[in-house]
């Protein structure tokens, strides 16, 4: 989903638009069931190890839910761009693509990392989200500064700034699995 929403950034199409839709009702109508099974079994005897475990798995539905959820956000500003033909400068096109190729990096290692229960991969992610929150910042910056500028329109600033800030939010929440595997309960 959010490979698809960022690529509708780039060109907006009517079916891929309905497709990432259809995966986010899915992963809602996922989710939902999910919790409710979690919560039936926060019920049971559980050692220490089996209650963090079962608290750790809720925080991550919830988490690639809300990732889910942000997906479909980059998704509305790529239409809003594509209805109000905004268009980025080259220097913005090339930030955007080196965020979201950062951000997908690590919320794939992150999944993978879930799949797998493997805490190393995880920290090994996890240590991409600080470079995610620095770049994110970074061309925040540079965006104001083209703003000021001239080099592009003010409504086109707003949707770029609001990408950067979604991607970087998928980041955050990746980290937040990233914890999740690792057991660190204190942190999510």
Do not use: W
């Not at 690529?7 to 009517?14: E, G």
């Not at 939902?32 to 539905?61: F, Q």
């Not at 994110?136 to 080099?151: C, G, K, Y």
């Not at 970087?168 to 595997?181: H, P, Q, T, W």
């Amino acid at each position: 989903m959010i490979s698809q929403s960022l690529d509708l950034v780039q060109k907006m199409n009517r079916g891929m638009k309905q497709d990432l839709l259809q995966k986010e009702r899915i992963v809602d109508n996922l989710a939902e069931p999910i919790t409710i099974y979690l919560s039936k079994l926060s019920r049971e005897v559980l050692d220490d190890a089996e209650s963090n475990k079962l608290v750790c798995l809720m925080h991550s539905v919830n988490d690639l839910e809300r990732a889910a959820d942000h997906a479909e956000n980059i998704m509305y500003l790529a239409q809003s761009k594509a209805e109000n033909r905004l268009e980025f400068p080259d220097t913005s096109v090339e930030e955007l693509g080196r965020l979201s190729s950062a951000v997908r990096e690590m919320f794939n290692g992150i999944v993978q990392a879930f799949a797998e229960e493997d805490t190393e991969k995880a920290e090994e992610f996890q240590f991409q989200e600080h470079s995610v929150d620095e770049m994110a910042s970074q061309f925040r910056n540079n965006n104001i500064v083209r703003l000021n500028n001239d080099l592009m329109k003010p409504q086109a600033a707003v949707v770029f700034i609001d990408i950067l800030t979604n991607l970087e939010r998928i980041g955050d929440l990746a980290n937040n699995v990233g914890y999740a595997i690792r057991g660190e309960i204190s942190k999510l």
